[in-house]
């Protein structure tokens, strides 16, 4: 089945504690991308890949790191989280192609107290 | 980079025939318009995609003006199963433009 595919759904952490938040497509997607989803604001992109080592900044980059070493796999890294990353995670991917629709992942619910 | 102008909220009834109309001003040549949907708790999902003129598929239609400046999403006799988060999303994403603006969404409310 073609997915996108974040583990975990549900993190709880504290203040400080680098974590990584995965991603996996298995559809030979170039591009990927992460957003965050917070009441009100709707989705903003924090980065994006075009395709393998290619990355960029998106709109709300400050505090996230990420790697495209490979072209099936995107994670999200916190170096140091704090309580404002506090969100609702989504990575999706496409093709490299115009119009190509954006496949989205369930999700991962951040909690950084 | 086309941003987007919605609707907060709409609400509706079942059976009835629901448009949201999305405003992109400065939408590029190269760009087409996409509604996705999103349920709570989960990642939004792909409705319907088009560049000009009207799109139709079996979930909803998609009409665009000429001067693509706005466009509306179409569902017909809408269901509760219909309540959702609609976000309008217009850009060249995938071809040479990564950034991609999502805006705030609809939140489309069915009540029965």
């Known amino acids: 089945e073609a997915q996108v595919t974040q583990n975990p759904r549900y993190l709880i952490t504290v203040t400080g504690k680098k974590l990584t938040v995965t991603c996996s497509q298995n559809m030979n997607h170039e591009y990927m991308s992460w957003y965050r989803q917070d009441p009100g604001l709707g989705l903003r992109q924090i980065y994006y890949?075009?395709?393998?080592?290619?990355?960029d900044k998106g709109d709300v980059p400050e505090g996230y790191k990420v790697s495209r070493k490979e072209k099936r796999n995107f994670p999200l890294i916190l170096e140091s989280p704090s309580p404002n990353q506090t969100s609702l995670y989504f990575c999706?991917?496409?093709?490299?192609?115009?119009?190509?629709?954006?496949?989205f992942g369930n999700g991962t619910r951040l909690t950084v107290t | 980079l086309a941003k987007t102008t919605q609707p907060i909220s709409m609400d509706s009834y079942e059976g009835q025939e629901v448009n949201i109309t999305c405003s992109h001003n400065?939408?590029?040549?190269?760009?087409?318009i996409t509604w996705y949907q999103q349920f709570p708790s989960q990642g939004p999902r792909f409705i319907i995609q088009?560049?000009?003129t009207k799109v139709t598929n079996e979930v909803a239609s998609l009409f665009i003006p000429a001067d693509r400046k706005s466009s509306t999403l179409s569902l017909p006799r809408v269901s509760l199963s219909d309540t959702a988060v609609y976000y309008c999303?217009?850009?060249?994403?995938?071809?040479?433009?990564?950034?991609?603006?999502f805006g705030k969404g609809t939140k489309l409310s069915v009540k029965p």
């Open positions: 999303l217009v850009g060249d994403y995938g071809g040479s433009q990564g950034n991609l603006i």
């Open positions: 400065n939408i590029a040549t190269n760009d087409y």
């Open positions: 999706a991917s496409s093709l490299a192609k115009t119009n190509s629709p954006l496949h």
């Open positions: 890949s075009m395709n393998v080592e290619v990355t």
């Open positions: 088009g560049y000009k």
